[in-house]
């Protein structure tokens, strides 16, 4: 699932939020961790989470003891009434009450700083797995995002235990203060391209990637509903190439190449720019390779010239690092 970030303090989280819901978006994460002043806070939280509800957003919550005193309910139950699906319980809970919170909501538990005997406690305490959510942090100073390695770590535990993960990258407009410099939960995905990192998180396990930053970016969410719901990855080319178009891997994924399904053509293809293959590079079967002919393929690696292989084309440089992400039977839109 892909999810949204939006706060209180944001000026027009109420336009994202609608924009979200028009673009598809169906999850958002938000904190209710609001000051002792009531006010217009509160106000306002209600009003951003009613209207998440109204534009089919689901929403998760960071909440603590004293949220319903600062939104003016009676109980955290009452937040299931506003439109929250699921809590991320930051201050200390007794057991007691998170048994029965997780009878009404999804409970998130911390993923990057909770190890087995955290999960082993909760769980003898009655707490069932399938009504938990390994929640990852973001990070929004620069240099303390999780590594890779530990977050794989991390990632196995919670899978043992069948229970579902969640994660963030920055978004592709304007950051977040104080600091702006990204909410990712991986250090390298913090100046990296946000669709790659959200592909590299899905590669990786993850079954929801939520934008940290409130500013999404213009196309991003776009793009990331394009391969979430339909396996459709867009891929940019050179200007003069001439088969643009969209097409569907095959299922078993080779080492060396992407081999497009249905491109095979019983129609003569004469030898032509028979050259080597960097990474990257598109290309078509000519006759002399028999039944392959007309198969179009993108290199993964660099690739010898081969005098049954025309080259076509090449991917733009920008997205190359996206071939490696792309799983069995998604498709590519060559633009």
């Not at 979200?20 to 961790?33: E, I, Q």
């Not at 509160?42 to 534009?55: D, G, P, T, V």
């Not at 977050?151 to 535990?157: D, G, H, K, V």
Request: proline share 5%.
């Amino acid at each position: 699932m892909i999810g949204i970030s939006f706060y209180l303090n944001d000026p027009v989280a109420e336009e994202r939020i609608i924009l979200a819901g028009k673009t598809g978006v169906k999850r958002a994460f938000t904190s209710l961790h609001l000051p002792e002043e009531k006010g217009e806070l509160a106000e306002r939280a209600k009003k951003l989470l009613h209207l998440a509800s109204e534009n089919g957003i689901e929403v998760f919550a960071d909440v603590s003891y004293n949220t319903p005193s600062h939104l003016g309910i009676n109980d955290l139950f009452q937040l299931k009434d506003l439109g929250v699906t699921g809590l991320r319980l930051d201050d200390f809970f007794d057991n007691e009450l998170i048994l029965a919170l997780s009878a009404e909501f999804k409970i998130a538990i911390n993923a990057s700083i909770l190890f087995e005997d955290d999960i082993l406690t909760l769980t003898s305490k009655g707490l069932k797995t399938d009504s938990l959510i390994g929640w990852h942090n973001f990070y929004p100073r620069k240099e303390t995002g999780l590594s890779m390695e530990f977050f794989r770590q991390q990632n196995a535990l919670f899978k043992r235990y069948s229970i579902p993960i969640s994660a963030y990258i920055p978004g592709a407009g304007e950051k977040r203060g104080p600091l702006f410099d990204g909410l990712p939960t991986l250090e390298e995905h913090r100046t990296q391209e946000p669709l790659l990192s959200a592909l590299q998180l899905f590669h990786e396990g993850v079954e929801d990637v939520y934008i940290g930053d409130p500013d999404p970016g213009e196309q991003l969410l776009a793009k990331l509903l394009l391969f979430f719901e339909e396996k459709t990855i867009i891929v940019r080319t050179e200007a003069d190439f001439l088969h643009q178009g969209t097409y569907k891997l095959r299922p078993d994924l080779s080492r060396d190449v992407l081999r497009f399904m249905d491109t095979r053509s019983k129609t003569a293809i004469a030898p032509a720019r028979t050259e080597i293959r960097p990474l990257g590079t598109i290309t078509m079967d000519n006759h002399l390779y028999g039944r392959y002919q007309g198969e179009i393929q993108i290199a993964l690696r660099d690739l010898p010239a081969d005098q049954r292989v025309n080259v076509l084309g090449k991917v733009l440089n920008d997205d190359l690092p996206l071939l490696a992400y792309l799983p069995p039977g998604a498709s590519v839109q060559l633009v």
